[in-house]
């Protein structure tokens, strides 16, 4: 809760009315943010978006999980705060119809505060935040490129006061020259002493004149060095957004809004314009000072072109894909010829000496072009591929095992385009992060995992594309967690014993109990050699998972109802002293994308054992969802450690519908587990029977077409 810990320091220097602005009471008191900053900010808050419905289910399960965490908070503090927690719980039942405003409040809530933490200090009653509704208008200068203005402002004031001083000067010395013309040779006293006074005069003017343009140089030389400053500041942010945009792949939080960048860079130009006008008007050449504004001028034009909208990072040939290439310096542009941008795919060694790339392409794109147009309303120019493709591709020669699937490409955006106020156009160029090209569906997964691992592993500033063959264990784990957490759309993490498990499968070690954190995991191990007994390898396995989780069971896992990744023998451990019905579920670790139910049951000689059921793929839960086959099982009673089943599990079963045969008789579908379903109907063995494991079978009651299909397998 290191954000908490800032902000309440400084709570007592800031007004009453942004307070209560920021912590309003009668939606979200400080007294939630108060009790509750651990909690609030370990949760990602960032994915919610207003206008995205289908979040509406995880924003219910963060609201749920508030009140809760405030009822149970209420419970462990003095009377007083337990009587205020619990009513601000109970009023917190107002967001019961809108659970996604309350996760966009929280959101909100959290970035105003990071926006009071950027603050400078010395800013006296920061503005209140309804003017603002983002963190770019709200301080859209940096201090350094507020000083850096200043400094310009007055580089522009002592010419002007200089202009006038020479006027003036001018003007003098035309009254000393007449004065002296008009001296009788005989002299009077009274002229000598006014040309002598005009004189002391002149020679005041000019020293002011000498000294003043010695400053104003000096300002000048002052303002090229911040300028040079503000602009590698700006520059290494946009390496910043680049990198966290890269990183977004593997579920890391994004702010994807450029418009505070866009900002930076249309001051800094205007900067530039401004003290090249300065150098001009100085009356004599200074070459070091134009020199640098010419190449931080250039500069900035190369570096303002962003990729807004990254392409695909795995794209399928013959297929249509997007993407938008935005320049930030785009109301700059000059007037007239239209700014047309080509795209072209590239290959990694390409990618690593851009300068020499040629106008052929290692494989054939179509509808490669796009105009740069500008949008008045959302001041953006961007240049929009909508329906790229690429035709054909030539791949390099691979080295040993590497597989088509492991070769790296990119985009390659360019174009020339002419600045206002600039005579020479400039070519610009920026590549898309780096992509894998496919000519079948079946090669997705292992692009896929060549994506992921470039993603998670690389460095920032590297050489294209290069990345470690190998990381220790504690890396990859967070790139599992994150990419998953991210993927399901869920707050609920992989815990310790998930992490165990998933490094005993990697490392094909069960019986080792030891911390993994350390241990290098290869990207052979996890995507190159399969597993030990299986045909699929560890990526395979997991990402099948993900995709169940993420389809079927999000609210499962989120509600904290599924124990997900765990060996056999930690699951033996656990539940080896439970009583006859207890069961969680578990994640399939002998095929990709299943869930199976492990629960305890009486063996023979009068003891217990544990029952593993057939796992449940996607098929099955299309068929029939996880929550009703739970309800189905009789054998099953209590979720571990002791949760009643149809306590936990009621919202998710599906109540019975109504009716409407037309004269047929009506039939139900339900779930059998072993003896079960042989006692209903007279079926051969299942196949599936294997390991001393029952096995689930569907049946349907009064249905002789399933019937007769099962006799006939």
């Known amino acids: 809760m290191a954000q908490w810990t800032q902000i309440s320091q400084m709570l007592h220097r800031l007004p009453d009315d942004t307070i209560i602005n920021l912590y309003p009471p009668s939606t979200f008191p400080i007294e939630i943010r108060h009790f509750l900053a651990e909690w609030i900010e370990s949760q990602r808050w960032d994915i919610f978006v207003p206008e995205n419905v289908e979040q509406t289910s995880l924003a219910q399960d963060r609201l749920d999980q508030t009140i809760s965490m405030l009822q149970l908070v209420a419970q462990q503090n003095n009377v007083v705060d337990r009587m205020k927690l619990m009513q601000i719980s109970k009023n917190m039942d107002m967001f019961q119809q809108e659970p996604l405003q309350f996760a966009v409040m929280v959101r909100d809530m959290l970035t105003k505060e990071m926006v009071l933490l950027n603050t400078p200090a010395q800013m006296p009653n920061p503005p209140q935040f309804q003017q603002y509704p983002n963190r770019e208008s709200l301080f859209p200068n940096t201090p350094d490129v507020d000083h850096l203005v200043l400094k310009v402002i007055e580089v522009q004031d002592i010419r002007q006061k200089m202009h006038q001083l020479q006027e003036e000067l001018n003007w003098e010395r035309q009254n000393y020259e007449g004065l002296q013309g008009s001296i009788p040779q005989n002299g009077l006293d009274q002229t000598q002493s006014e040309i002598q006074k005009l004189q002391n005069h002149i020679q005041q003017l000019e020293y002011n004149v000498k000294t003043m343009a010695k400053k104003r140089f000096q300002l000048l030389k002052e303002c090229v060095d911040c300028l040079d400053q503000c602009q590698t500041r700006l520059i290494s942010r946009l390496k910043e957004w680049r990198w966290e945009q890269h990183k977004a792949t593997i579920g890391h939080p994004f702010d994807e809004s450029l418009n505070l960048l866009q900002t930076r860079c249309e001051q800094l130009l205007g900067v530039n314009g401004k003290l090249r006008q300065e150098l001009m008007l100085m ?51 000059a007037p007239g010829k239209p700014v047309v941008l080509k795209a072209q795919i590239i290959n990694e060694l390409q990618a690593r000496n851009l300068a020499s790339v040629s106008g052929d392409n290692v494989g054939e794109l179509i509808n490669n072009t796009a105009i740069l147009e500008h949008n008045t309303s959302s001041k953006s120019t961007c240049a929009t591929f909508r329906n790229m493709s ?44 780096p992509l894998v090209v496919i000519v079948h569906g079946s090669q997705d997964h292992n692009a896929l995992a060549t994506i992921i691992w470039d993603c998670a592993f690389s460095e920032p500033d590297r050489v294209p594309f290069m990345v470690s063959e190998r990381v220790p264990w504690r890396m990859m784990y967070s790139t599992l967690n994150s990419k998953f957490t991210s993927e399901v759309s869920t707050l609920h993490n992989l815990d310790s014993y998930n992490q165990h498990f998933l490094a005993q499968k990697i490392f094909d070690k069960p019986d080792f109990n030891d911390d993994f954190s350390n241990i290098m995991v290869t990207w052979a191990q996890f995507n ?50 439970r009583p006859n019905g207890t069961f969680l579920l578990r994640f399939s670790d002998s095929e990709i994308g299943g869930i199976t139910i492990a629960y305890v049951d009486a063996s023979e000689n009068g003891g217990q054992k544990i029952q593993n ?96 299909e099962s006799l006939n397998q």
């Open 613 to 708: 059921i057939q796992p449940f793929t996607k098929r099955d839960l299309e068929i029939r969802s996880l929550g009703d086959r739970i309800r189905d099982i009789n054998h099953i009673t209590y979720l571990y450690p002791e949760f009643p089943k149809h306590d936990v599990f009621r919202k998710f079963f599906t109540e019975p519908q109504a009716l409407h045969t037309g004269g047929y008789i009506p039939v139900s579908l339900q779930t059998k587990v072993g003896t079960e379903a042989s006692s209903d109907i007279p079926l051969p063995e299942s196949p599936h029977s294997v390991g001393g494991f029952t096995t689930s079978s569907e049946a349907m009651d009064l249905d002789i077409d399933k019937i007769l």
């Open 528 to 577: 190159k050699e399969v597993l030990p007994g299986r045909p699929f390898t560890f990526w395979q396995w997991f990402e099948g998972v993900m995709e169940l989780t993420k389809r079927h069971l999000r609210e499962y896992w989120s509600a904290g109802l599924i124990f997900g990744f765990i060996g056999k023998q930690h699951l033996h451990l656990i539940l080896k002293d």
């Open 283 to 333: 009356g004599k050449p200074m070459p070091e000072l134009q020199e640098r504004l010419g190449k931080l001028l250039q500069v900035l034009i190369q570096s303002s072109l962003v990729v807004d909208r990254q392409p695909p990072q795995v794209i399928k040939t013959q297929s249509k894909f997007s993407t938008t290439v935005r320049y930030l310096l785009g109301e700059k542009v």
């Open 390 to 433: 690429i035709k054909k591709i030539k791949r390099a020669d691979r080295k040993g095992s590497e597989s088509v699937t492991e070769e790296k490409f990119a985009l390659l955006f360019s174009t020339e385009i002419t600045i206002t106020g600039c005579d020479t156009p400039y070519r610009i160029q920026m590549i898309s992060l």
